[in-house]
C-alpha cells in the first residue's frame, strides 16, 4: 500500500451530514480513516443503509432530524457530538480525499501555528465521471478547521465554514466531490434548489431574511469571501441576461468547452439553466409583489408555507 494511505489517526474528528447517502458512505468514510481518529455520521433517518455501511465501518452513528437546512444541522453536530479533538473535517457524503491531501495533512497539521484556526483546500469537481478543469477557476474552500473557533454560517444556500476568531491558510492538494447519481438526480435536486437561492438573492437584495448583511465582515476563506462580493454585484444585474452572461464567460471565455460534452453539461446545468430557473423564481416572485418586502413575505407564507421571520423559514414547525 502506497505510504500516504497508511492509516495514521491525528487529533482530528470528522463530520459526515447523511441522508440516503448509501451510493457514497463507503468511499467516503474509507477517504476519511486515513487521518482521522473518529468519524460522525450525523443521518436524517435514511431510507436506504448508510447507517448500517457506516456502523459496518467503523463510524459513530447520530440521528438528528433534517429541517431544510444544512447549516442548523451541522452548527447541530458541532454542540451536541462527543468531540474531543483539536480539529473538525467536514466532509459531504459524495466527497473525499485525494491521496496527496491525506499525506499534506499528516505533514503540516501538527506544525501549524496556535494562531490558525482553519484550513483552505481546494476542491477537483468531477462531473459524469469527467474532471471538470476549466471554466470556474480554482476553487477554495475552508473544510478544516477548531470546533470552538468555527461555525457553518447560517443561511439559505452556498453556507462556508466561518471562522469565528483566528485565521485560515490554504493546503496545496485537493479534496473532490463526486457525485455518483444520475442527472436525473442532479436536475431534481437543483430545482428544489432553485427556490432557495431565489431567497437568498432577495435576501442579498432586499434584506428579506437578514441573513446576508453582514456578508462583507465574515471570517470566511479569501475565495469564498470574494465569492460572495460577487454573488452581491451578480443581484445587481438584470435578471435572465445575467444567467445568459454567466454562461458565456464561463463555457467561451474561460474555456469551459475544453471539457468537451461532459463540460458543455456542467457549464450549462449548473451555470445557465440552474441560474436561469433561480431568476424564474425572482420573477414570479416580483411580478406578484414588486419590491415590497411584506408583500413578499406573505406571498411565500400563503404559497410555500415558507416563514421568513424564521431563522430557518423551510422549517414547517
Known amino acids: 500500500m502506497n505510504s500516504s494511505y497508511e492509516r495514521i489517526n491525528l487529533d482530528l474528528s470528522v463530520i459526515i451530514l447523511t441522508g440516503n447517502e448509501q451510493i457514497h458512505i463507503k468511499r467516503c468514510l474509507q477517504s476519511a480513516s486515513l487521518i482521522a481518529a473518529e468519524i ?5 433517518f435514511s431510507a436506504d443503509n448508510t447507517v448500517e455501511v457506516a456502523k459496518q465501518l467503523g463510524a459513530k452513528i447520530f440521528l438528528n432530524k433534517w429541517e431544510n437546512n444544512y447549516a442548523k444541522q451541522f452548527n447541530w453536530a458541532l454542540t451536541n457530538l462527543p468531540i474531543k479533538t483539536k480539529w473538525v473535517l467536514r466532509l459531504d457524503a459524495d466527497e473525499y480525499l485525494t491521496a496527496e491531501l491525506v499525506a499534506e495533512i499528516k505533514d503540516k497539521l501538527l506544525s501549524l501555528p496556535d494562531d490558525v484556526s482553519g484550513i483552505v483546500f481546494p476542491l477537483k469537481r468531477i462531473f459524469l465521471g469527467r474532471n471538470i478543469r476549466y471554466g470556474v477557476g480554482r476553487v477554495m474552500l475552508l473544510r478544516l478547521f477548531k470546533p470552538k473557533k468555527a461555525a457553518c454560517e447560517q443561511r439559505l444556500m452556498d453556507e462556508h465554514i466561518q471562522l469565528l476568531e483566528g485565521h485560515s491558510v490554504e493546503f496545496e492538494n485537493e479534496f473532490v466531490d ?7 438526480w442532479w436536475t431534481t435536486k437543483h430545482n428544489g434548489y432553485a427556490l432557495r437561492e431565489a431567497l437568498d438573492m432577495l435576501d442579498i437584495e432586499l434584506g428579506l431574511l437578514g441573513h446576508a448583511v453582514n456578508d462583507s465582515g465574515k471570517l470566511l476563506g479569501d475565495q469564498a469571501q470574494a465569492k460572495r462580493l460577487k454573488k452581491h454585484r451578480y443581484v445587481k444585474m438584470p435578471l435572465f441576461w445575467r444567467s445568459a452572461l454567466y454562461f458565456f464567460v464561463r463555457y467561451v471565455l474561460k474555456g469551459g468547452f475544453l471539457d468537451g460534452k461532459e463540460g458543455f453539461l456542467w457549464h450549462f446545468l449548473q451555470g445557465w439553466w440552474y441560474r436561469t430557473l433561480v431568476d424564474s423564481k425572482i ?3 416580483k411580478k406578484a ?3 415590497d418586502v411584506e408583500k413578499i413575505k406573505s406571498y411565500l407564507l400563503s404559497k410555500y408555507q415558507i416563514d421568513c421571520n424564521k431563522q430557518n423559514p423551510f422549517d414547517k414547525e
Open 40 to 44: 460522525f455520521v450525523v443521518d436524517s
Open 178 to 184: 463526486h457525485n455518483l447519481n444520475d442527472l436525473a
Open 289 to 291: 409583489c414588486g419590491d
Open 283 to 285: 420573477f414570479e416572485i
